[in-house]
């Protein structure tokens, strides 16, 4: 293969899948935050929750429909510049994108009609149900694709025949050594995405003194939620380095700069900072905590870390200074996001609740209006580190990435890239206009539940 269609080609699907994720990572935690307001609302029968219902919706439905429509390029890859790749793996990932499409996108998209537009013409509680059934769907969508690329990271329960994985055993292939920690992972990771995008937002409205109260009350949640979900995510994330190590070590080795495998008894030091060499097979430069590393991929302080000069050249990640400094920025974010949560907590003390105690914590408020972009920058290194360190391998150990491409002409892979450039950047656009509105307009605190829907 040429080698131009090949870089293209990944370039490709890099610039389509890391545009497309932005949007279901905030449809899993946006749904999830709608059903929760509404839940309060139904209990308590507060009807400023019923008025963040319906604020929060409108967000949720412009993200969705960018979501869907930026998704689509990426199918049409696996057939025009990865009909390779799509062969050997159709039994397994064919399937898996299938029960994605039939469970969880098909169960979201046709519950959303019902969650917008059923307001008094549905009983209360099939409205609830509707609104769990979109945030379901959401999560269950996440959870196939997921399967599916856990699966390329750490591929089990198939055979190699005729050139093709063939599927022995279902649950082996999907429960693969890597799925639990990917899933998990990734969900909070939208979780606490959307959580940042809702403080962050409500901190905007309440740092400008507009409608306080409503957004008073959406910050304090978001908050709230944040303190649960940043502990269980540095939870998964230390489970998941430990697994990674264990299931891909050249990888592992990567992201951490580690070159040469430490002696027994001896725990192999972790760099805080430095410059991997790839030609020299070393660090020009490093900045090191004796044994670390060995803590945090073995859990002892003498544990042996594989070193990549161990590993033949034809199998290390390319671009291992990306990969290396991808993982520090998602690192130093999730350091950064839980430090704001510590100050606002600490800020807070003793506030009892009054709004103009939180009103007056003005460099808090923009803080967090500030930090809104940073989980989105933290998805995305991440989303780096897994894909980039998986490479050179399509599926790992078993299909070279040279091997899964198309022969296709470089010029035809440029012309499609070009065009999806324009296609996504008229879609941001559009997402930005109708954004900017959204936000300019506020909730409507006028607005009351239709009698009908309360009385059903």
């Known amino acids: 293969m040429h080698e131009a269609t090949l870089l293209l080609s990944r370039a490709q699907f890099a610039l389509t899948a890391m545009f497309h994720i932005l949007w279901p990572i905030l449809t899993i935690s946006l749904s999830a935050f709608i059903l929760l307001m509404e839940a309060l609302w139904l209990r308590r029968g507060e009807v400023v ?55 969880a996108f098909m169960l979201e998209a046709g519950f959303i009609g019902v969650m917008l537009w059923g307001w008094g013409k549905v009983p209360r509680k099939m409205h609830l149900f509707a609104t769990a059934m979109v945030a379901l769907g959401s999560t269950i969508s996440s959870f196939w ?87 269980l995510q540095v939870l998964v994330g230390d489970a998941s380095g430990a697994a990674l190590f264990a299931h891909q070590p050249a990888k592992g080795a990567a992201i951490e700069g580690h070159w040469e495998t430490n002696a027994a008894g001896s725990g192999a030091p972790w760099s805080l900072l430095a410059w991997p060499n ?17 803590v945090l991929a073995i859990h ?87 894909e980039v360190g998986r490479q050179p391998w399509s599926v790992y150990g078993l299909l070279r990435t040279s091997e899964a491409a198309s022969s296709v002409s470089a010029g035809a892979v440029w012309s499609s890239t070009a065009m999806f450039l324009v296609f996504y950047a008229v879609l941001l656009t559009a997402f930005a206009i109708f954004v900017r509105k959204w936000l300019q307009a506020g909730p409507d605190l006028a607005q009351q539940p239709p009698k009908e829907f309360e009385h059903a």
């Open 145 to 231: 694709i997921m399967v599916a690329n856990s699966w390329m990271q750490t591929p089990a329960g198939i055979v190699v025949e005729n050139g093709r994985a063939v599927v022995v055993d279902y649950l082996a292939a999907i429960f693969n050594p890597s799925m639990l920690h990917s899933v998990s992972h990734m969900w909070l990771a939208a979780m606490e995405t959307g959580l940042c995008v809702v403080a962050g937002i409500s901190a905007w409205h309440l740092y400008q003194r507009r409608q306080p109260e409503f957004f008073a009350r959406s910050f304090r949640i978001a908050l709230g939620a944040l303190l649960v979900v940043a502990p």
């Open 300 to 386: 002892n302080t003498d544990g042996t870390v594989t070193g990549l000069r161990d590993i033949p050249r034809d199998e290390q990640p390319p671009a291992i200074p990306l990969l290396y400094y991808a993982f520090r920025v998602m690192a130093g974010i999730g350091v950064l996001l839980a430090a704001l949560g510590i100050w606002s907590v600490w800020s807070l003390r003793g506030a009892g609740g009054r709004l103009e105690a939180l009103l007056a914590r003005r460099k808090l408020l923009l803080a967090w209006t500030l930090c809104i972009p940073l989980p989105y920058f933290a998805v995305e290194c991440g989303w780096i580190v897994r």
């Open 49 to 103: 929750y019923y008025h963040h219902v319906r604020y929060w919706s409108k967000l949720l439905v412009l993200n969705f429909a960018v979501g869907v429509v930026s998704g689509l390029p990426m199918e049409f890859q696996f057939g025009t510049n990865w009909a390779p790749f799509s062969r050997f793996t159709g039994a397994f990932i064919g399937n898996i994108l299938g029960f994605e499409g039939a469970m």
């Open 278 to 294: 790839a030609g020299a097979q070393r660090n020009d430069w490093s900045i090191e905590v004796p044994a670390l590393l060995s």
